[in-house]
Nanobody, 116 residues
Framework: QAQFVESGGGLVQPGGSLRLSCLAS????????MGWYRQAPGKERELVAT??????????IYADSVKGRFTISREDAKNTVYLQMNNLKPEDTAIYYC???????WGQGTQVTVSS
């Protein structure tokens, strides 16, 4: 059974940075496109960024709201996906989740709060 443990969230001031990690278990991420998603209070979960499988010619995809500020990466040997978030804004406040692209079994997520 696929499981995800997201970590690295916290409280940060506007303009600050955080690096999220997602440790997957129960499967190998090497054969999947992986993604980061977020859900803000009162809103639906939305896609933040995706990264293709290794040796794919596809580039990472980002939501317009995070382009140029967030970077998704993967370390298949550690079955881990990362999200580097720079120049954080209050509207980035949400619970952040990772998952295989196209799947809907979610972990607990990690809370990111951007506030002064």
């Amino acid at each position: 059974q696929a499981q995800f443990v997201e970590s690295g969230g916290g409280l940060v001031q506007p303009g600050g940075s955080l690096r999220l990690s997602c440790l997957a278990s129960g499967f190998t991420i090497r054969i999947f496109a992986m993604g980061w998603y977020r859900q803000a209070p009162g809103k639906e979960r939305e896609l933040v960024a995706t990264i293709a499988r290794p040796r794919s010619s596809s580039y990472p995809i980002y939501a317009d709201s995070v382009k140029g500020r967030f970077t998704i990466s993967r370390e298949d040997a550690k079955n881990t996906v990362y999200l580097q978030m720079n120049n954080l804004k209050p509207e980035d406040t949400a619970i952040y989740y990772c998952n295989r692209v196209g799947y809907s079994n979610w972990g607990q997520g990690t809370q990111v709060t951007v506030s002064s």
